[in-house]
């Protein structure tokens, strides 16, 4: 009920603010409606050099002796070459009922209309090359660096930083050491990596003797000083700073809770500031996403491989598709996984589960031995060759032939670095090898990996930052997300071109969304996406998803069949497209953008945000399908306007979910669960539901009491011109509901909200309506009138029930 729903025709374009931040964003190439124009116009420029860049690759394909990347021929390269001796150890029979399991799936490849998939094609058409041809390979020269650091003085306080552990760590020790040293307003000197930073124990690995190695070696450097200084950040190199006899050490581990803070207070008149690694230092109250994250992406954008690192990077991807294709002739793609199931990883996951400090860590090594699962879950195509990166050196080989063994049966086919490490690399450093695997996942189309694994989830990021699609196989959080404040929830709603006096409700609710920028905001539109609202939506950095469900037939037959019962309980069974949309949100497990991600937050349109969400302030342990909260009265059932969505569950329970859903004597009508979509998630996922409630600070409605810490606030019921309307003529469609908002907290959350949506007469309206009513005489006025001072008007409990559905009718007559 009060779920936004269909009818006028109303459009009116309204002007889009943007932000000075909006507008800095790039766009993404997975806006489908912008992708194709604006593909083919980025393009157009290098048109030579990708035909060049062809003619190069048949050149290259022709000479380059196949062996040059074929394994060498150390001991494990046997062991792991060959997928038959994976398939060995697995039974065939347990494989085929896993596959017949999961066939349930198959939805989630079939289904999306035409728009889709081109989208889709053209999307994986950008992943692969034309990304590598757009940030190509073109560095700025000395001299333009020289020219531009003219532009960027150092300052006058210089700080040095150490980097630790392996790769990933390394690559975030950069980031941090930058990120503390702009905060203190010090200029960073460059630092000295490492070779190899395996960790044995839990303490860091920093950089000495022949383990050093110059930043330059690893990744492109001008390159880097160039685009950090256009970012307004400069870099010295270490023969540019002063002699490390001019430094002050210092230790981070020694400052408290408050880092900058304590380095500022303490230290803030030492000239020059050496510490030591400032890896996940900094705690996350300290982190300010909003200040923290330009510089972040800045960082992380300008660390590209080192020329003769990228050459690996690019012969590895060849290699890897030249051994995935079928039949002579190269696979046009490929995916990654990166497997984290090292002898060290299984002992890791033991220690951080149990770690005593009340953090509820339980996702470390889930569902890795059930991979293939998690693969079809995650919708990966058998078609395309599937990299596996692993450190295999430490992988437990029978551990390896169980995992790898469940792949080959399901009919992936299996790649793994034994196969295609140019034998030039094999002399290169351990973080040089991890350094090139994770630029290759950057080139494939699909990348999995493991969310508590900080190589995994840093390319995760990045992907995603990419506009790339990217996931993880192991359930629950993002554990390094409150130290590296750019993760994005996804957040979607439906919407359609018919529903014009509900705009201003999703203006308010998109750009809430954008003030706070930690939601990646997804629509699953309906219609003619040239209305003004269609347009208005792709310019507000909205990613537009046109979706038509599978069921869309089979429902309207039910619909129409039981006619006349359904329209007893509602009249939204007279309009088949707002039966379908309303029905669209049983379909995010399957829409293909959406097939990336492990939680979504869904909600109607007529919402706004308070307050920055993220993943974990969903309270951890994260729920095991689906969580949603009271709709008029705290009873079961719930209301569907806000989702927290598991979507790999419901992924695997999809089709039993549709089997239930169009299989119901009552047609639409669920008894005792409600009409409609929000009656069948009710009784779908009755257990879950009433396990684990959505907290009400994420589903909080203006007719109850006001809520300081309210994340999102949800329009349930009368919407803000009904309202007014109420004001007006004293009639409200909803009995008390109307009095009880501008008797509650109503007015507190409209002045807020209105702000979204100056333009709009009904948002300034409510919000001097609502000054005039803090009028304490006014307001005693207005509350004799309703006669509302006495609780004896409630709906009586045993009535309560009756009382919603109700409503709910009322409401879908509008
Ligand atoms: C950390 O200290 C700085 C400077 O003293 C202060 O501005 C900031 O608010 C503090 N941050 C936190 C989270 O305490
Ligand atoms: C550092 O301290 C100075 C005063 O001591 C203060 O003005 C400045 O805001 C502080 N900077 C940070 C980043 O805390
Ligand atoms: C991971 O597995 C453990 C043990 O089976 C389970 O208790 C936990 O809920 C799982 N975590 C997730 C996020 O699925
Ligand atoms: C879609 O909307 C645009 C702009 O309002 C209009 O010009 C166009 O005719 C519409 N297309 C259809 C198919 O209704």
């Known amino acids: 009920m009060g779920r936004l729903r269909v009818s006028a025709r109303v459009g009116r374009e309204g002007r889009g603010r943007s932000s000075a931040r909006e507008r800095s964003r790039s766009s993404s190439p997975s806006r489908w409606s912008q992708t194709p124009n604006a593909l083919i116009s980025r393009l157009r420029p290098y048109t030579f050099r990708v035909l060049g860049c062809i003619a190069f690759l048949g050149l290259l394909y022709v000479a380059w002796p196949r062996a040059s990347y074929k394994a060498s021929n150390r001991a494990r390269a046997v062991e792991f070459r060959s997928p038959q001796a994976w398939s060995n150890g697995v039974d065939v029979d347990d494989a085929a009922t ?338 090139v695997e994770y630029h290759v996942g950057f080139g494939a189309n699909r990348f999995i990996g493991n969310s508590v694994s900080t190589f995994a989830a840093l390319a995760l990021l990045e992907r995603r930052h990419r506009g790339q699609w990217a996931a993880y196989y192991n359930g629950g959080n993002l554990p390094i997300a409150p130290y590296l404040p750019v993760h994005k929830l996804p957040w979607v709603f439906t919407y359609n071109s018919w529903s014009g006096k509900y705009d201003y409700m999703l203006k308010a609710a998109v750009r809430s969304a954008a003030h706070f920028n930690t939601l990646k905001p997804y629509c699953i539109f309906d219609g003619n996406t040239s209305s003004p609202i269609g347009r208005w939506l792709v310019d507000n950095k909205v990613t537009m998803i046109r979706h038509v469900p599978t069921w869309r037939q089979e429902l309207l037959q039910k619909a129409q069949a039981r006619m006349k019962e359904n329209l007893q309980h509602s009249h939204l069974y007279k309009n088949p497209d707002a039966l379908v949309s309303t029905f669209q949100r049983v379909d995010l497990p399957v829409v293909p953008i959406l097939d990336q991600y492990t939680y979504v937050l869904y909600t109607d349109a007529d919402v706004y945000f308070r307050r920055a969400i993220h993943l974990d302030d969903f309270g951890l342990p994260l729920p095991r399908s689906v969580s949603m909260s009271y709709e008029f009265y705290k009873m079961f059932p719930y209301n569907a306007g806000i989702i927290m969505a598991n979507l790999p569950t419901m992924r695997r329970n999809y089709k039993k979910f549709l089997a239930m859903m169009l299989d119901n004597d009552n047609g639409l009508y669920y008894p005792n669960y409600g009409p409609a979509d929000q009656g069948i998630i009710n009784k779908f996922y009755e257990h879950d539901l009433r396990s684990q409630m959505l907290n009400q600070a994420f589903n909080t409605k203006p007719y109850n009491d006001f809520d300081p810490l309210s994340y999102l606030i949800h329009y349930h019921g009368p919407k803000p011109h009904e309202y007014l309307s109420y004001l007006d003529t004293g009639v409200c469609d909803f009995y008390n509901v109307c009095e009880q908002g501008f008797l509650k907290s109503l007015c507190q959350y409209a002045r807020e909200w209105a702000v979204y949506i100056p333009e709009e007469m009904v948002a300034t309206r409510l919000a001097d309506s609502c000054t005039w009513l803090t009028n304490p005489t006014i307001m005693s006025v207005f509350q004799k009138k309703t006669g509302l001072v006495q609780p004896g008007q409630v709906v009586p409990d045993d009535k309560k029930q009756e009382f919603t559905q109700k409503t709910h009718h009322r409401r879908l007559r509008l």
């Open 98 to 435: 896993r596959r017949k399991a999961v066939a349930g799936n198959s939805a989630v490849t079939t289904g999306p209309n035409l728009a889709v998939k081109v989208t889709t094609n053209l999307r994986d058409l950008a992943e692969q090359g034309i990304n590598a041809i757009l940030n190509g390979r073109t560095s700025p020269t000395r001299e333009q660096l020289g020219e531009l650091l003219t532009t960027v003085p150092p300052k006058h306080q210089t700080m040095r930083f150490q980097v630790c552990n392996g790769f990933a760590n390394q690559r975030l020790s950069v980031v941090y050491g930058v990120l503390l040293a702009h905060r203190l307003g010090r200029t960073p000197v460059l630092p000295v990596l490492m070779r190899d930073g395996i960790q044995r124990t839990d303490a860091t690995v920093t950089a000495q003797g022949a383990n050093k190695v110059d930043f330059s070696e690893v990744y492109d450097l001008t390159y880097f000083l160039y685009e950090m200084a256009k970012a307004g950040i400069r870099i010295l190199e270490p023969h540019e700073a002063p002699m490390h006899s001019a430094y002050m050490d210092v230790s981070l581990g020694t400052l408290g809770a408050n880092v900058t803070g304590a380095l500022n207070a303490s230290y803030g008149h030492v000239r020059h500031l050496s510490v030591d690694c400032p890896l996940f230092k900094m705690t996350p109250q300290e982190m300010n996403q909003h200040e923290d994250e330009p510089v972040i992406w800045a960082a992380l954008d300008a660390m590209r491989p080192a020329d003769k690192l990228y050459e690996y990077v690019e012969r590895m991807q060849h290699a890897i598709k030249q051994l995935g294709g079928v039949g002579g002739k190269p696979a046009p793609k490929y995916n990654f996984l990166h497997l984290r199931m090292e002898n060290d990883w299984v002992e890791h996951c033991k220690r951080w589960s149990s770690i005593p400090d009340g953090v509820v860590r339980d996702n470390c090594y889930n569902n890795t031995e059930e991979m293939d699962v998690q693969l079809r879950l995650f919708a990966f195509s058998t078609d395309v060759p599937l990299y596996v990166a692993s450190y295999w050196d430490d992988v437990d080989p029978d551990r390896a032939k169980a995992v790898m063994g469940r792949l080959v049966d399901a009919g992936y086919r299996v790649i793994t670095s034994a196969e295609v490490f140019p034998d030039a690399m094999r002399s290169e450093g351990r973080e040089m090898r991890a350094l």
